[in-house]
């Protein structure tokens, strides 16, 4: 018996062992977990760019977050996601977190949050080129992919525009684009596609307050996108953009050549870097050449801003046919007649000998 009893004894202080150390191993592991949930790497925090590829493993990104500080432990956030059951479940993008949120806040933002967006503002008065550079210096394409995306038969179509070029439709304004991983097509056409659509949306209340319907048809279109593209291009000021236009239409109703520098210089194309000459002037081959070839030029020259597309839907009605800049400030002296514009035009070379010191 004595015996019997021993043996009970052991194994009963055995038991009473075992659950002990089970009781403090697991005392220790929720400690551990509680901590891991709840401290963060630093405070205060800092910000952190983490880019998750397509195709991403759980266990690469738990070891990507350890790396970068975002997360203590990949082994733990692993086990984590795997009981939250949102393992699976994580994005590809780029994602601004900090190094001072917990593990449990980093995942949510993996998984439910929206990617870092990038801004990129494109301004007005750019040709299409322009834009397509400006892109690729951003990183959101290369610019040749912007060039076929503009000018591909099956885009324009899309996006309901007429003619064999996107050209008037890249509506200039402020993006905020996430950046691609790569600078492929798909985010030429993605851009792009954006910008028409902004286009349209933009322009819509303009189209319509002046009797002509959210989509114009394509005479519409291209007079008054044409118009728009050369008054952005002549004037900074939105106070004279009315009155540039007036200009315009008194000439076109006259059967006066338009005479507008920027459409010469469009004509000339992308590597043109000035200055322009007489020889430009008298060039007949290029068919944006106002001075030589009557009526609006065969396409719009830039991407007009709203402004610009209300004031050729709207000119000004006055009697003047001319304008120079008044060398002095941004602003143009308007003339009805030629002796008129001519002495404004002495005036301007004066105020740039003056402004030259000469």
Aim: glycine share 10%.
């Amino acid at each position: 018996m004595s015996s019997t009893r021993s043996r009970r004894y052991f194994l009963v202080k055995c038991t009473l062992f075992l659950l002990a150390a089970v009781l403090v191993f697991c005392l220790y592991a929720g400690w551990e977990a509680w901590s891991f949930l709840n401290d963060v790497p630093e405070t205060p925090g800092r910000d952190k760019v983490v880019d998750i590829e397509p195709g991403s493993t759980l266990a690469g990104v738990a070891r990507q977050l350890q790396e970068q500080g975002v997360v203590t432990s990949a082994d733990r956030f692993q086990l984590l996601a795997r009981l939250t059951d949102q393992g699976r479940r994580l994005q590809a993008g780029q994602f601004l977190v900090s190094t001072g949120w917990p593990p449990r806040r980093v995942l949510e933002h993996l998984v439910n949050g929206q990617g870092v967006l990038y801004r990129v503002t494109v301004p007005e008065g750019l040709p299409w080129w322009e834009v397509g550079r400006l892109l690729e210096k951003e990183g959101i394409c290369r610019a040749a992919d912007f060039d076929a995306v503009i000018h591909d038969a099956e885009f324009l179509r899309k996006y309901g525009i007429p003619f064999a070029s996107a050209e008037g439709f890249l509506y200039p304004d402020t993006y905020l684009v996430p950046r691609p991983r790569e600078m492929d097509m798909r985010g030429a056409r993605s851009f792009a596609g954006r910008m028409v659509d902004t286009f349209w949306r933009k322009t819509a209340g303009a189209w319509e307050s002046a009797g002509i319907g959210p989509r114009p048809g394509a005479d519409d279109l291209l007079r008054v996108l044409v118009l728009a593209s050369i008054v952005e291009k002549e004037t900074g000021l939105p106070e004279e953009r009315p009155r540039v236009a007036g200009v315009y239409d008194n000439r076109l109703r006259k059967g006066m050549a338009l005479q507008a520098d920027p459409t010469v210089i469009y004509g000339l194309g992308p590597d043109f870097a000035g200055p322009l000459l007489r020889r430009h002037l008298e060039d007949s081959g290029n068919p944006y050449n106002t001075y030589r070839i009557p009526g609006l030029p065969p396409g719009p020259i830039c991407s007009p801003g709203l402004s610009a597309v209300e004031a050729a839907l709207r000119p000004e009605s006055h009697d003047y046919l001319y304008f120079v800049a008044t060398g002095r400030d941004r602003g143009h002296v308007f003339s009805a007649t030629l002796a008129q514009h001519n002495r404004a035009v002495r005036a301007y070379r004066q105020a740039l000998r003056e402004r030259d010191g000469g």
